[in-house]
């Protein structure tokens, strides 16, 4: 399993999911530069946090234009994983890989803080170590996370069983006062149709080792190295 | 040449005195240019000149065996083992945040992040001291201020980890906006800023030049006035965006032997980065040429262009012959770059407008010429005195716990940290809430502690005092976290000093300071003053010497932590209680007084207390630590409780004459810590203590749910964390 890490200017999440991938996965990392139209043989691309060009007129807007994100799309379309993170989330409903839109913090402010996560699925390439309705803890760090969708499209999702993870107490439950920026449905992340690509608001890659309060994220990463294994295998 | 010639009101708008202006006639045997004069005032700016401050300054220790860089450099650094250094230093952004809150403390992040990058370092972490009026009349400044700083640290994906909020009548027009950053750099990849080698090549990169920020020190030097919101337009612009790349792109620089040096450009722009750096090598000097500096607008003048403020922009003096390779660095990041100018060896500053030279300065003229100012200073009044036979007594240590705990000065950071993005970068070990911030060396098991602390009330009551206390507590936090202080920024924010009181405050602070520093052996390797922070008939500020802190655990894994964590741990008071309420929060909230001297401070005895926590720390006895100190015991043991989310019970606190029960609970006698000890643990612990003459008393065990003193409180710790969590809404 080769992970391609996307840097845009203005990405910070980079060196953290590329620390996670080489240092602690001991995976195979390539960083990949926004202006490359070339994806270097990866398996699994993630789209980091950040702030990509500012995004100072919405976030993700501009992304969603750079060359790297023509191959993420046609990488998408054959069924490639990718994977957004925070910022990335942001730029693939932008680019329209996964349908809505991150809006502002209902409290109109940006958060920083630790988040539970009920994990909805789990025969995703990115879940697949985690057991069912777990709870994971993982922090928040952003403005604009509060996910929203026309309701036909959130009813689609919720009958597809598209939604991956739920802002959640920590005993599981899903309640107005789990959710940290007023994402309707209390959503964290949701896959396309097909499985490949997610988005999350949360940072796994800020949870991957105890020391850091805390190691849930660790799950996908690992998730994520494991599926190439088994494609590999079969 | 008679003082006739220059009009009088040009001098006042560069911040020249008549005196000052006679030097330079007398320097250079002939008048200034304009040109020529407008970079003389913002050089000889009080921001930039230290004027009125320098020659006590001096009295600060700065040589240290870790010391790598110690003053005089973009920021200091401190060598922290595993062949890594520590880049760090705080610096004010006051004045612009006064008039423009968002602003002026998002651009004075910006800024303290370019001196840290200009030493070569990546920057990791950030600390925001602040002190505002009080709220919620206060709301506009500190609501901006707290917006600016998440504005710019998180974008630019930098955490910010700490620092200390304050509320005080005195900075209801003059807020103290202080910003830190610790940056991390090999040992042998330091850098610094000195325009070696003539021929060399001067490149400006980053943002295009603007008329933002012209004579942005010089308004930083002068009180603020009805006037000061029409300077609004001296206040920059940020964009963080770009100093991220920006950053990455210096990182990359860095990397490479093309580049002699990097400055930032801050304070006085281009005409003080470029005099700056020439000045740091004996005998250079530099030739630039305005025509060629990349601008934002059209129509601007040479002088425009010497005295721009405009952010994000940095100079980098590049060996001859390689100035295509930086080029491309920068190409790679979308940023401009252009050769502006070169190093020379006439120790002049020469400035071209193509041909034409449109200034010409001696370099030593420009950075050290400005007179120092040997100002009067006279003690004022002595602060009323308290007289503990007076206050009445203590009823309900409850209710007095709960309402100090709900007071603006010691209530929960929460609602403002959480808004801070304080774990980017994947280091961040202990995050913002407890005593200092630590955060990991990645690749090691270092671990690099950090705090900023000031009681500004302390300092008003008793500056020297007040000034020893701010490093004692820097110190105690540090060590709270397990890791020894090894050096300090600091940052001196004081009024009006042509006031006798206030320059005898200045000075009374310098020499508590010097005295702390020596005593604890923590060297101030870099830092910043900031004076004028009155409003022209109304309030000065308390002197607030904000001390910043840096130190180190050689291993992370055996940090400290302030919240208790195991139930049935004994939880004990370190060091020995004192009557010291003077000038303590109990008595500010509970009787409504600011009155009596700061509590005695010794400092041997700090440093020994210190050590004791260390070596129990190193030894493994301990579960928990956390610094004793506004609030004093009972805050304190409450932090501890709220943090670990799990209570306390203690017998009934029965303090032996001639200690008060008030001051048991309440008082702030410094050298203290609360730790919590595994049961087995405590014969080593007492043994230790012993050896090292450090009274330890037993409060009580840890567990339940409420914090009780026998017969004295108890409280459901859901309701103290209500008053905790909710003493900043309004």
Partial sequence: MKFGVVVFPGTWSDRDCGWVIDQVVGAKLQYLWHKDADLKGCDCVILPGGFAYGDYLRTGAIARFAPVMQEVGEFADRGGLVWGICNGFQILCEAGLLPGALIRNASLEYRCEWTHLSVERTDLAFTSQCAEREVIRVPIGHGEGSYFAEPAVLSRLEQNGQVVFRYCDAGGRVVPGANPNGSLHNIAGIINKRGNVLGMMPHPERCSEPELGGADGLKLFRSVAGHGLKVLMS | ?730
């Fill in chain 2, 1 to 730: 040449m008679s003082l006739d010639t220059v009009d009088s009101r040009r001098l006042r708008e560069v911040a020249l005195t008549p005196e000052e202006y006679r030097v330079i006639v007398e320097k250079l045997r002939r008048p200034p240019n304009a040109v020529e004069l407008g970079m003389l005032g913002v050089l000889w700016s009080e921001h930039c000149s230290y004027k009125s401050s320098k020659a006590l300054l001096r009295r600060l220790p700065s040589a240290g065996e870790a010391v790598l860089q110690g003053p005089g450099e973009n920021a200091g650094a401190v060598e922290i083992g595993a062949g890594w250094a520590a880049v760090f230093k705080i610096e004010s952004h006051n004045h612009p945040s006064a008039i423009e809150p968002y602003q002026g403390a998002a651009t004075g992040v910006g800024g303290i992040i370019r001196d840290v990058i200009a030493m070569g370092a990546r920057p990791i972490a950030l600390l925001d001291s602040l002190r505002f009026g009080p709220l919620p009349g206060s709301r506009h400044h500190f609501d901006g201020v707290v917006a600016g700083i998440g504005g710019y640290g998180n974008c630019i994906g930098i955490p910010t980890v700490g620092g200390e909020v304050y509320f005080d009548e005195c900075y209801t027009n003059n807020p103290i906006v202080n910003a830190m950053c610790v940056g991390l750099v090999r040992v042998d990849r330091l850098m610094r800023a000195r325009a070696e080698g003539t021929g060399n090549s001067l490149m400006l990169v980053g943002a295009d030049t603007g008329r933002d920020g012209i004579h942005g020190a010089s308004f930083a030097s002068v009180e603020l006035d009805e006037s000061s919101s029409e300077r609004r337009p001296a206040v920059q612009v940020g964009n963080p965006f770009l100093e991220k790349c920006l950053l990455e792109a210096c990182m990359d620089l860095a990397q490479t032997d093309a580049v002699v040096a990097v400055q930032d450009l801050g304070a006085a722009g281009l005409t003080s980065s470029v005099a700056e750096c020439a000045g740091r090598v004996p005998g250079a000097g530099a030739r630039i040429d305005v025509s060629l500096v990349p601008r934002r607008e059209r129509g601007m003048t040479p002088y425009d262009v010497m005295l721009s403020e405009s952010q994000e922009r940095m100079l980098v003096v590049v060996q001859r012959g390689r100035e295509s390779e930086v080029e491309r660095i920068f190409q790679i990041w979308d940023l401009t770059s252009a050769v502006i100018g070169d190093v020379t060896d006439d120790g002049h500053l020469t400035v071209f407008d193509q041909t034409q030279v449109v200034a010409r300065l001696p370099i030593d003229l420009l950075t050290d010429g400005a007179p120092l100012r040997r100002l009067a200073s006279t003690a004022p009044e002595p602060a009323p005195s308290l007289h503990l036979d007076s206050l009445p007594p203590l009823l309900d240590p409850g209710e007095s716990l709960l309402r100090l705990l709900a007071s603006p000065n010691l209530c929960s950071r929460r609602p403002i940290f959480r808004r801070y993005d304080h774990m980017v970068g994947d280091s961040t070990v202990v995050a913002p809430g407890g005593d200092a911030a630590l955060l990991r060396v990645k690749g090691t098991r270092l671990g690099l502690a950090m705090t900023t602390d000031c009681n500004a009330r302390y300092c008003h009551l008793d500056p020297n005092l007040g000034a020893q206390h701010a490093v004692a507590e820097a110190a105690r936090n540090i060590v709270a976290t397990g890791a020894r202080p090894l050096a300090v920024t600091d940052c001196l924010n004081f009024a009006n000093p042509d006031r006798p009181e206030v320059y005898w405050e200045l000075e009374e602070t310098i020499a508590g300071l010097a005295q702390a520093c020596r005593a604890l052996e923590v060297p101030i390797v870099s830092g910043n003053v900031s004076l004028y922070n009155d409003s022209a008939g109304t309030s000065a500020i308390h002197p607030t010497p904000v001390v910043g802190m840096i130190g180190v655990i050689d291993d992370y894994g055996r940090r400290l932590e302030a919240g208790l964590k195991h139930e049935g741990d004994f939880v004990l008071l370190v060091g020995s209680s004192h009557n010291d309420l003077g000038g303590s929060e109990y008595l500010k909230v509970e009787h409504g007084t600011v009155a009596g001297r700061p509590p005695a401070l010794d400092l041997a005895r700090e440093g020994v207390v210190n050590r004791l926590i260390l070596a129990a720390a190193k030894a493994g006895q301990l579960r928990s630590a956390h610094d004793c100190a506004d609030g004093g015991m009972l805050v304190a043991l409450a932090e501890c409780c709220l943090l670990g989310g799990m209570g306390v019970r203690c017998p009934a606190l029965r303090p032996e004459a001639p200690l008060r029960l008030d001051a048991a609970f309440f008082g702030e006698t410094p050298g203290r810590f609360i730790v919590s000890v595994a049961s087995r643990a405590m014969p080593e612990l007492q043994t230790l203590a012993r050896r090292h003459h450090v009274e330890i008393s037993l409060l009580g065990m840890s567990g339940g749910d409420t914090v009780e003193f026998e017969g004295q409180l108890r409280l459901p710790l859901d309701r103290i964390r209500q008053a905790w969590e909710t003493g900043l809404q309004f």
